[in-house]
């Protein structure tokens, strides 16, 4: 988190109650100071939420949790029936508060809108698009912590378990809260811009990810679309110029839709690439030499500018914050080295995979250059001709080696064989099965593009170059 931290009173025993709806069983003397899901990361005072997984339920944990610090918890109503004889003692000699409720993931839900709405002159800003909400998020966040205090959410807590532990975060103290809003089922959106209410809404683009969870792109635009559910009149929406949802987005919004990009923007002069330097941005009389690379990141970086100037940010301030925006792991970092990486193996899916193979491809380069591809996932029934089109993508640029890794990128690798790319081409279940053949067709001066989806940790294979 980035901002003013205040160490608050977040919630009483009857606040709790409030807010979640549920029903105390035990009222301890302590408030509330910060909310944990987790009971290892579990601290004094802190409001312990125990959430229900596929492999693990939470409840198991609660000891652990009081143990830990916790001065309250929260509890589903059937649990507690199988468990009260064992947590009862234990709450009493530790003075914690206890709530039973329905559900506790709705709990925490509710509670966080609860929180949300006693937080009157925070300006609420919520980013959602299909790629790049991370990175703009960082981006807007680092311009706007020039000019006042501002809070974002940490690493990728974009989702109906992490919005809502960000949203405890922010205080009386803050200016502005920046939530990046990522859904991957419908309904999600409508709990998160109910907790969110967003004063300002960016929608980066409607693309293919977690298509195979919703379906198509129209129900990708309208899940998206609901990040202005709660808009009255008074807010503003910012959508990419070139999206090919502009008019759907645009339409009966109950507030002002504004428009950015390079023909957009007011007072850009031009932009030139770098490379792996990053961009120059020249606008108004600034020259701003913005370190992310590649295309997409310098659309991220005026969609920053136009937030910015609607809010009125100096200028002086966009040029600090641009300048000093820095990579996130594992999105467009570059490790330098004998060899060059490019490491942008967080998170992968047909519209992202398109852009850094582009910029790859475009970029003047004396050694070779050299990709691994790693599957795309969450693509439902769409995945086969996803990767078969990425395989088709990469046959036709002028690289030297393609490596494939796991079950699903092997249609790409069928796809790249059979568009008869010229250089080296593998394909390997197992990522650290590729390892010795990437070492084999690496020298140094060479240029590494490694890009796929987070669950395939491509990241390992670092550790065999350099």
Known sequence: MRGTKLKQNLFSCDELVAGT?????????????HVAIDSRETVSGDLFVPLKGEKVDGHNYLEQAVANGAVAVLVK???????????MPLLVTHDVTCITVDDTLRALQSLAVYHMRRLKHVFRIGITGSSGKTTTKEIIGAVLEQAASTIINKGNLNSVIGVPLTAFEVNSAHEYAVFEMGINHAGEMD?????VRPDLAVITNIGTAHIGLLGSKDNIAAEKKKVTRYFDGRQKLFIHEDDEFFTYLSEN???????YGQKSVKGLLGIEDLGLDGTIINWEELQIRFPLIGKHNYINALAAISVAVELGVAKHYVKRGLEGVEPLFGRSEIVKGKTTIIKDCYNANPDSVSRVLEFLNELSWKGKKIVVLGSMLELGVKSESAHEQMGKLAAGYDFDCILFSGSEARAAF????????KGVTVWKKSVMDLAPILEQNTRPGDIVLI?????LELERLIQSLN
Do not use: P, T
């Not at 709806?21 to 100071?33: F, M, P, Q, T, Y």
């Not at 059937?78 to 947590?87: H, M, Q, S, V």
């Not at 069928?414 to 790319?421: L, Q, R």
């Not at 890009?451 to 669950?455: D, I, P, Q, W």
């Open 21 to 33: 709806k549920g029903i105390c069983i035990r009222a301890g003397s302590e408030h509330v100071l």
């Open 451 to 455: 890009k796929g989806s987070r669950a």
């Open 253 to 259: 919004i109950s507030g002002q839709v504004i428009a």
């Open 191 to 195: 709990i998160l811009a109910d907790i």
């Open 77 to 87: 109503h059937e649990e507690w029936c199988k468990r009260e004889a064992r947590l």
């Open 414 to 421: 069928n796809a790249c064989k059979k568009h008869k790319f």
